[in-house]
């Protein structure tokens, strides 16, 4: 079975300072991956998703940038944290389109709670 | 107008009850239908889902699709407090994702 992580869970870092969130996701290949920001109230902001190594789209222009160095790895980086970008950060994945049986669904981590001061 | 429309709540119902969850859409490519419960704190836990209309039934969950009146919903029969959480409906096409805000649920013991 596909199981997806996320680390860390929770995450406090001073304004100015860097950021490096981690996903991976097991018991498939070449799946598709995104990264969304939630918002209290606001539902889910998709920041950036990925289709295959070294192939990132972003959604909304920020102060974030994602990479995807392996297949089932996916960055979310940041060189100088901002207040704005407190908030919380879920990694998702669904089966690539080229898969047969590919099923648009997609499938969460559980979150990083991350707190800029 | 927003793709996925979702009654933010929030809803509130006694132990034992029948919950109706629901979203509107607006985009008629939509393929997969999707319903998330979401703890809080915590990742959306995809519940169930359905391709195009119908309906579908898991243990106290039943997840219904009407694609020509663009409206999908989620009931939970036998409402548990453990069903207290916040559900996320979710629509797909070619892999694009357009989700609801969310209704927070209550179900009081």
């Known amino acids: 079975s596909q199981t997806i992580h996320q680390w860390p869970a929770t995450l406090v870092q001073p304004v100015g300072s860097p950021l490096s969130l981690e996903c991976t996701v097991e018991?498939?290949?070449?799946?598709?991956l995104y990264w969304y920001r939630q918002a209290a109230g606001r539902g889910l902001q998709l920041l950036f998703y990925?289709?295959?190594?070294?192939?990132i789209s972003s959604e909304v222009p920020q102060n974030l940038s994602a990479s995807r160095p392996q297949d089932r790895q996916f960055i979310l980086s940041s060189k100088k944290l901002l207040l704005s970008d407190s908030g919380f950060y879920l990694c998702a994945w669904s089966r690539s389109e080229r898969k047969s049986l590919a099923k648009n669904i997609q499938y969460f981590g559980a979150g990083t709670r991350l707190s800029v001061l | 107008q927003k793709e996925v429309e979702q009654d933010p709540g929030p809803l509130s119902v006694p132990e034992g009850a029948i919950v109706s969850l629901n979203c509107t859409y607006s985009?008629?490519?939509?393929?997969?239908f999707m319903w998330y419960r979401q703890y809080s704190r915590k990742g959306p836990e995809l519940l169930m889902y359905t391709y195009s209309s119908g309906n579908k039934e898991d243990g106290r969950f039943t997840a219904q699709v009407d694609k020509s009146s663009k409206y999908i919903s989620l009931f939970i029969r036998d409402s548990q407090p453990s069903d207290s959480a916040t559900y996320l409906c979710a629509m797909s096409v070619l892999n694009k994702f357009y989700f609801g805000s969310g209704t927070k649920l209550n179900v009081k013991p």
């Open positions: 985009n008629s490519a939509f393929q997969y």
């Open positions: 990925s289709v295959g190594i070294g192939q």
């Open positions: 018991g498939t290949s070449n799946p598709n």
